[in-house]
């Protein structure tokens, strides 16, 4: 069922996938509640992973105290917000290093996917079946593709990688 259309002279559109607004699309940032919506996701998830046992372990040796919000900032800038990780904290190959030289974990995977989907309900973005969909094909390209590709060392991990940007129809 999609959601009510305003009339066209306020040149608003609304379907079940993403809001037009005077010829205007919503960024995937934007529907999933722009840097306040990414940060309480970023939390929900990593509370869940934190009490998942395998998943945990990856953060056994500790983590940033701002994990968190440096988290969110790079999931906005990946969705089409701000671009804040990058001119903050780091680029791609930051990210890639922190997550390469660990071995190939595959159930570690699955599960941090998973604990993702339960986040995305936790916080009430489950709702949205395609804005869903959206966040599930994202955090799960990144985490078996972009995150694990260097499973066998961080020193193959490439300088000056930028960070990837997904959108309603996936890699851009």
């Known amino acids: 069922m999609s959601r009510p259309r305003e009339p066209a002279a306020f040149g608003v559109l609304h379907t079940r996938q993403r809001t037009v607004i005077l010829g205007y699309m919503q960024t995937v940032f934007e ?17 869940r992973v934190m009490a998942d046992d395998v998943v945990a372990h990856a953060f056994s040796h500790g983590f940033h105290p701002q994990h968190v919000e440096r988290l969110a900032a790079y999931w906005a800038e990946a969705l089409g917000g701000p671009t804040t990780y990058s001119d903050s904290y780091g680029d791609e190959t930051t990210v890639v290093k922190i ?74």
């Open 31 to 47: 529907a999933a509640g722009g840097n306040d919506g990414l940060r309480r996701l970023a939390y929900a998830w990593h509370k």
């Open 99 to 172: 997550h390469s030289g660990n071995g190939e974990h595959d159930e570690m995977n699955r599960r941090a996917i998973a604990c993702f989907d339960l986040a995305l309900a936790d916080v009430g973005l489950a709702n949205d079946d395609v804005l869903r969909q959206v966040l599930h094909d994202y955090f799960a390209w990144a985490t078996t593709e972009t995150m694990s590709r260097y499973h066998q060392s961080a020193d193959d991990v490439p300088n000056g990688l930028s960070i990837p940007h997904w959108s309603w129809d996936g890699l851009q």
